[in-house]
């Protein structure tokens, strides 16, 4: 079977992004990684990654909070995200990803969380239990609660059109979403860190093996499926052979 071709948007420094490039790999997929790249549809499934924040004109405010935009990814990443949602193709956003996705679709951000303290610390990451939404992507993947590794100060606030949050931290911080029809999920934290669930994390390959899986039955709704096809379970990660 060929391998779905992931268009990977992430850091202008390499060294950066190899994390991603391995999460695809070790997913079963072919990870093409570039620095603010054109629109190109020819990719089976987009991949936003983390990085810097969205500037906050991007979803119609000023700079209260906001560090360091990058202002070439930012326009590049919009756009890619809107073209793949406009086509209906599958897109993962992780930290940042996700941000970009969400303001794509016309939600905004919080700037600066009050509770940072229990999101980012000053080097690494931190690791605090999410909660899921019964029935969700993510509680079919990880159950109801499980422990994640976070390394954020900003998050979604209003949500996008059709954005359906799915997983809160304590302090009620979004954690993870889906949309109600389109092949998109967004998860805050950084899941090509701990492929096998390192740290006592929940491990983060299921979810780059089901973007795999949505790319490869575009056209066809694959949450339920999880739910009760053994065969995509397992292409999953989430049972044995």
């Not at 969205?54 to 360091?68: I, L, M």
Request: glycine share 10%.
């Amino acid at each position: 079977m060929k391998k779905p071709r992931i268009l990977v948007t992430a850091y202008a420094d390499n060294a950066k992004n190899e994390f991603y490039i391995r999460a695809v790999e070790e997913a079963g997929g072919e990870a093409v990684c570039l620095y603010a790249p054109p629109v190109d549809l020819s990719y089976d499934g987009l991949l936003l990654c983390g990085g810097e924040d969205v500037a906050p004109s991007h979803y119609g405010e000023e700079s209260h909070g906001a560090e360091t935009p990058d202002p070439a990814r930012d326009e590049a990443e919009l756009a890619l995200a809107r073209a793949y949602i406009a086509y209906g193709k599958p897109i993962l956003g992780i930290c940042r990803g996700a941000q970009v996705l969400n303001v794509a679709l016309g939600g905004t951000l919080w700037q600066g969380l009050y509770t940072v303290a229990q999101h980012r610390a000053p080097a690494g990451y931190l690791s605090h239990p999410v909660r899921a939404q019964e029935n969700s992507l993510l509680w079919d993947l990880y159950d109801s609660s499980f422990m994640v590794n976070s390394r954020h100060h900003q998050a979604l606030r209003l949500p996008g059109c059709g954005v359906v949050p799915t997983a809160w931290a304590e302090d009620g911080t979004v954690e993870g979403f889906e949309h109600e029809r389109l092949p998109l999920f967004g998860v805050q934290w950084h899941p090509e860190r701990i492929l096998q669930g390192e740290d006592g994390c929940a491990p983060g390959l299921p979810l780059f093996r089901y973007l795999l899986c949505l790319c490869r039955e575009q056209g066809s709704d694959l949450h339920a499926p999880v739910q009760r096809d053994p065969d995509v379970r397992f292409a999953c990660g989430i049972i044995e052979d």
